[in-house]
């Protein structure tokens, strides 16, 4: 059996990634939770800030928010929407 010549390929150095911190909760207040947890459905200002253009709710890996918060937001959300303070679907 004829062995196989091996190459030396030229190793590629990979750029650093960068370390991110941890995203805070926007919800939080001075770095602590509200008690009880509840997000106010006329703060219109925070809750596009949570929200696509397309009016869809933003996800927690991407807004930083911890469950209990996302929740509440969940909730502000669709109660805006009801009362007509937010669109369901943006055109």
Excluded: W
Aim: glycine fraction near 6%; charged fraction near 35%; charge should be positive.
């Amino acid at each position: 059996m004829a062995r196989r010549m091996q190459f030396n390929k030229p190793s590629r150095k990979r750029a650093k990634t960068k370390i991110r911190g941890k995203k805070k909760d926007p919800i939080f207040v001075d770095g602590k939770r509200p008690r009880p947890m509840y997000v106010d459905y006329k703060d219109i200002e925070l809750l596009k800030k949570l929200t696509n253009r397309q009016g869809k709710i933003i996800g927690r890996r991407k807004t930083g928010c911890e469950a209990v918060s996302q929740h509440a937001v969940c909730r502000a959300v669709k109660r805006a929407r009801f009362m007509a303070l937010m669109p369901y679907v943006s055109e």
